[in-house]
């Protein structure tokens, strides 16, 4: 886990056009390199400006574009408090890599940011990450619909220390 760099941003943006990542994600259809850096840039901007944020994750061998990780908390007011999230360029789905980042970005969320609870924002379909999250001791503690997902109820998962 380490912070995005620009040479990350085609394999970025190779992640966030995958079938599967756009399904959960939402990924508009005229995404583009330019929305990657964008992102890219978010994340790196709010870990400035909040101290918390998402990773870029590599593989330790290769130094491979493996996906993202950490937590998140969006300037909106709905969201339900410092989330918890991975995304994973498919060909890395199954290799334990979202367990164990989400398990180390848990306890930088405790120990770093000082929070008590933790959230995970997850589709009731998207079964691959509510077996993460149930794996790192995550909960459904709600459903209901947030305003960036209008009209698609979220399961809310919850955490605490």
């Known amino acids: 886990m380490r912070p995005f760099r620009e040479d990350d941003v085609d394999a970025y943006l190779e992640m966030m056009l995958s079938p599967d990542v756009r399904r959960w994600l939402f990924i508009a259809d005229d995404f583009g390199r330019f929305d990657a ?51 994973l360029h498919p060909d890395h789905i199954g290799k334990g890599y979202a367990t164990e980042a ?37 909960a459904i503690l709600d459903t209901r619909e947030l305003s960036n997902l209008p009209g698609k109820p979220v399961n809310i998962w919850h955490l605490t220390r």
Request: aromatic content about 12%; charged content about 25%; overall charge negative.
């Open 37 to 87: 850096w964008l992102q890219m840039c978010a994340w790196l901007g709010q870990w400035e400006l909040r101290g918390s944020g998402q990773w870029a994750l590599e593989d330790k061998a290769t130094g491979a574009f493996v996906g993202r990780t950490g937590t998140h908390r969006p300037e909106r007011h709905d969201w339900p408090g410092l989330e918890v999230g991975w995304t």
């Open 102 to 138: 989400g398990r180390r970005s848990v306890e930088y969320a405790f120990e770093v940011n000082g929070v008590d609870e933790l959230v995970s924002c997850i589709l009731p379909d998207n079964t691959r990450s509510a077996a993460v999250a149930q794996r790192l001791g995550f």
